[in-house]
């Protein structure tokens, strides 16, 4: 069976709740063998960590685009303590989820590229990669990527990837991999699939954004939802259905896919090879 990563996905979210532990041995029943866990601000600090190390998974610290509206300056100063405090933790892969959002409206634009850009500082401080939201910004993302790379190449992730590309391009030679997702299922989303037909191998990892973005086969209209019908929600167990999708627009085998996205998230999160190994080690005898 292939085995896959999923570099983004929330397993804390609220709409898992008791179900979680049965959703992720779900996913790993499919081939998922690890998930990456961000954190979306200080409050779930915690939580991320812990279920991470209880699941036998990697999360990452940062303050979300779309919480930044709530978040204090003394929250920037306890993510820098938390990373010097979990600076050995195997499982603490990234900072993320940290970035730019100019979808949304009514969000404090000046105040979102100021925790961005002291958290990139962060993460170089600490010699971390970065899980970046990149959602209608990312030619601002790379404005702060490059005054604050100090000279050296990123490693990270432009997580749901969806701009053009030559903002594509741009993203890989500054040193990232590009996530794809459930978006890239929908047959309309004719660029996304072309980027993900035609952009190097070595750039792309998977991921869910679980229980977000959904597939096209969990996806119901605004006209569906007011007939009756419940949305789906998305779990890191449709990963292999989602990559089958994204092989066969490649015309390559979900085996070799799997194989090359599991080498992308191990160069661009290395913390992630060894977790892996532990992830694969059968268990001890009772």
Same mark, same amino acid.
């Given at each position: 069976?292939?085995s896959?990563?999923?570099?983004?996905?929330?397993?804390?979210? $609220?709409?898992f709740?008791a179900?979680?532990p049965?959703?992720r041995?779900?996913?790993a029943a %499919?081939g998922?063998?690890?998930?990456?866990?961000?954190a979306?601000a200080?409050?779930?600090?915690d939580t991320?960590?812990e %279920?991470a190390?209880?699941?036998g998974?990697?999360?990452a610290?940062?303050i979300h685009?779309?919480?930044?509206?709530e978040?204090?300056?003394?929250?920037l100063e306890?993510l820098?303590a938390?990373?010097t405090?979990?600076r050995?933790?195997?499982r603490?892969?990234?900072?993320?989820?940290i970035?730019l959002?100019?979808?949304v409206?009514g969000?404090?634009?000046?105040k979102?590229e100021?925790f961005f850009?002291t958290? %990139?500082?962060?993460?170089?401080k600490?010699?971390?990669?970065?899980?970046?939201h990149?959602?209608r910004s990312?030619?601002?993302v %790379?404005k702060?990527?490059?005054?604050?790379?100090?000279g050296?190449?990123?490693?990270g992730?432009a997580?749901?990837f969806?701009g053009s590309?030559?903002?594509?391009?741009?993203?890989?030679?500054?040193?990232?991999?590009?996530g794809f997702?459930?978006?890239?299922t929908f047959?309309r989303?004719?660029?996304?699939?072309?980027?993900?037909?035609?952009? $190097?191998?070595s750039?792309?990892?998977?991921?869910t954004?679980?229980?977000?973005?959904?597939?096209h086969?969990?996806?119901?209209t605004?006209?569906q939802?007011?007939a009756g019908?419940a949305?789906?929600?998305?779990?890191?167990?449709?990963?292999?259905r989602i990559?089958?999708?994204?092989?066969?627009l490649r015309g390559?085998?979900v085996?070799?896919?799997?194989a090359?996205?599991?080498?992308?998230?191990?160069?661009?999160l $290395?913390?992630?090879e060894?977790l892996?190994?532990l992830s694969?080690?059968p268990?001890h005898p009772?």
């Amino acid at each position: 069976m292939a085995s896959f990563i999923d570099t983004h996905c929330h397993l804390d979210a $609220p709409e898992f709740g008791a179900q979680m532990p049965e959703i992720r041995a779900r996913a790993a029943a %499919l081939g998922v063998s690890l998930c990456v866990i961000p954190a979306v601000a200080a409050f779930n600090f915690d939580t991320v960590r812990e %279920l991470a190390h209880r699941q036998g998974d990697a999360y990452a610290l940062g303050i979300h685009p779309l919480c930044t509206g709530e978040a204090k300056d003394a929250d920037l100063e306890t993510l820098d303590a938390e990373l010097t405090t979990r600076r050995d933790d195997p499982r603490l892969v990234a900072v993320g989820e940290i970035g730019l959002d100019y979808f949304v409206e009514g969000l404090d634009g000046p105040k979102q590229e100021r925790f961005f850009h002291t958290q %990139l500082q962060l993460a170089r401080k600490h010699g971390l990669p970065v899980l970046i939201h990149v959602r209608r910004s990312v030619d601002k993302v %790379l404005k702060h990527l490059r005054q604050t790379a100090g000279g050296q190449p990123w490693q990270g992730i432009a997580h749901a990837f969806n701009g053009s590309e030559q903002q594509a391009d741009a993203c890989i030679a500054i040193g990232l991999k590009l996530g794809f997702g459930g978006a890239v299922t929908f047959e309309r989303a004719l660029q996304l699939r072309r980027l993900a037909t035609t952009l $190097p191998l070595s750039a792309i990892v998977m991921e869910t954004d679980a229980p977000d973005i959904q597939p096209h086969w969990l996806y119901r209209t605004q006209a569906q939802r007011e007939a009756g019908q419940a949305q789906g929600r998305n779990e890191p167990g449709e990963l292999p259905r989602i990559a089958q999708v994204v092989a066969g627009l490649r015309g390559i085998g979900v085996d070799e896919l799997a194989a090359a996205t599991t080498r992308n998230a191990f160069e661009t999160l $290395p913390k992630l090879e060894s977790l892996m190994a532990l992830s694969e080690r059968p268990p001890h005898p009772a």
